[in-house]
């Protein structure tokens, strides 16, 4: 940080930042970020920063010019401060010598990944970067998000909306494409603007995140999609004669007027308001719609049904998101880390056991391994999601419905998972956690897998240029202190906590 009463010119910040030993560069670039990029925007200094960055470039070693592409980068991406124009034009003279600079080889991770970052900032020199060596040894998801990076708006052939974790990833069929055309075909071209703006992020976010954590850690482990999906279907047992929602009639509550609810052909009836809702492929509709679930005419149960979508989320979507949130780039968890610790940590009394948006359930199907499928109910607010889940699980109901109303009595439920999800809802997490700790009964666990946010201001802002429907204006993670808050506050007791990277995984219990 800057000390407040002494002046300090960008010219002493960047004399101490070429001074440093290349080990020992964390707090003199910090300080340089401070004084050039307060907040996302360019401060008065930066310009004077910058030209004396670029004319001593070619003369640093690769730690400290694996750092200035960082500074650079961020500084193209801003879109407001004092001389702007001045400084974006002073970063794009030097772009020769940074592709110079950009060695062939995906190990020289000290400069290889911050100066790819810093080169996808120049689609006007689309063509010299594909053509250069850096681009050949590129793993397929970075190539994929460079080639993105680089591209322009087509408006009339414009395609949007599929960005994360890479275009590449994205093999959509005649149908997909179809059902994109469909709603790209709609928007006007503001919309249509900010949709490429909002990916185009998304992609410089991915880039910057895993160049910035390359450059203080080391070279990322490269992404191998999973095969997760070959589990599909893997059902440990088939609904059971009395329905599937019958068994769990006693812990079952209206969402409305917690009424109990019973099975009453193809629904669930309130006994206390009389309302309706339906139930179709194992899916019963909290939602309010009160229409059943069809597959035949929903479309995005089609999609849901199809390999490259129904199992995107487990083979391409998810690994990535971990990789980013929490800084999981060396790939220290994995799912069978993950696995081990739902089956050490997950200890339900007696009642059911929910899993909170359980997406496509995958691990879903683990609790069902521990505990039983009888036992479990699924709930998520993602019908695509949940027609997968139903797919791997059919002896497993599940919930169309929201996390911040709990459709379960008081102290009915034996445990309750929430794995990778909270930060999916972050508006409604404090109350879902608060429901959990309605709902569960004395001794029951929680068990939870979240994100924090990251103490470093450089690698909050990579994650916040990730943009998803439930994140449109940006990424939102959680800051820790809230989350063991929301925890206390439900009355539940912390008796595990882990915090590799920026993971959250914590197990509380609720108290007798």
């Known amino acids: 940080m800057l000390r407040p009463g002494i002046i300090v010119t960008p010219g002493d910040l960047v004399d101490g930042f070429a001074a440093a030993a290349p080990d020992d560069l964390a707090e003199p670039f910090a300080r340089l970020v401070e004084a050039t990029w307060a907040g996302g925007q ?19 070693d690769p730690h400290h010019q694996g750092h200035v592409a960082i500074l650079f980068g961020l500084l193209l991406e801003a879109r407001r401060g004092d001389g702007l124009d001045a ?25 290889f990944f911050p100066l790819l970052y810093l080169l996808a900032h120049f689609p006007g ?14 793993d397929r998801d970075d190539r994929s998000r460079l080639d993105r990076a680089l591209a322009s708006l087509d408006e009339k052939n414009p395609d949007v909306g599929r960005a994360f974790p890479y275009p590449a990833a994205w093999e959509l069929n005649e149908d997909e494409r179809d059902f994109d055309r469909a709603w790209i075909d709609r928007l006007g071209p503001q919309e249509l603007q900010a949709h490429w703006d909002n990916d185009t992020e998304t992609v410089l976010g991915h880039l910057g995140a895993k160049a910035y954590w390359a450059l203080l850690h080391g070279s990322p482990v490269p992404f191998v999609p999973t095969a997760e999906a070959a589990r599909a279907g893997d059902a440990p047992g088939r609904p059971a004669p009395g329905g599937l929602f019958g068994r769990h009639a006693e812990a079952l509550r209206c969402p409305h007027c917690h009424g109990r609810m019973s099975e009453s052909g193809d629904a669930m009836v309130c006994a206390g308001c009389a309302r309706s809702f339906p139930v179709a492929e194992g899916i019963l509709n909290l939602t309010g719609t009160g229409a059943p679930v069809d597959r035949s005419q929903d479309f995005l149960f089609k999609l849901a049904e199809m390999p490259t979508m129904g199992y995107f989320y487990e083979t391409y979507a998810r690994p990535n998101f971990l990789r980013l949130c929490g800084a999981n780039w060396n790939a220290g ?33 683990v609790l069902a391994e521990h505990v039983g499928a009888d036992r479990l109910i699924a709930l998520d607010l993602g019908l695509p999601m949940l027609a997968a889940l139903r797919e791997r699980l059919p002896a497993v109901p599940a919930v169309l419905g929201g996390a911040d109303v709990l459709p379960f009595g008081d102290a009915t439920l034996g445990a309750v998972m929430c794995w990778n999800a909270l930060q999916a809802f972050p508006a409604q997490a404090p109350a879902a956690i608060r429901e959990v700790g309605r709902c569960l009964r004395p001794g029951g666990t929680f068990t939870l897998l979240t994100f924090r946010n990251s103490p470093d201001p450089v690698y909050r802002y ?51």
């Open 333 to 365: 968890i994995t799912p069978a880390v993950e696995d081990a610790y739902i089956a050490e940590q997950v200890r339900p009394v007696d009642g059911p056991v929910l899993d909170l948006a359980a997406g496509a359930g995958r691990w879903t199907s």
């Open 462 to 512: 990579f994650v916040g240029r990730h943009h998803f429907p439930q994140h449109a204006a940006g990424l939102h993670l959680f800051d820790y202190d809230d989350i063991l808050r929301w925890i206390a506050d439900a009355g539940l007791t912390i008796q595990d906590e882990r915090t590799p990277g920026m993971f959250v995984i914590m197990t509380a219990v609720r108290a007798g």
């Open 42 to 60: 360019v401060t008065a200094g930066a310009l004077s920063a910058v030209r004396r960055l670029g004319a001593r470039f070619a003369g640093l």
């Open 125 to 138: 020199r689309r063509a010299e970067v594909l053509a250069a060596p850096g681009t050949g040894v590129l």
């Open 87 to 111: 400084v974006h034009t002073v970063i794009a003279d030097g772009f020769d010598q940074y592709l110079r600079a950009w060695p062939a080889d995906r190990d020289a991770d000290t400069l």
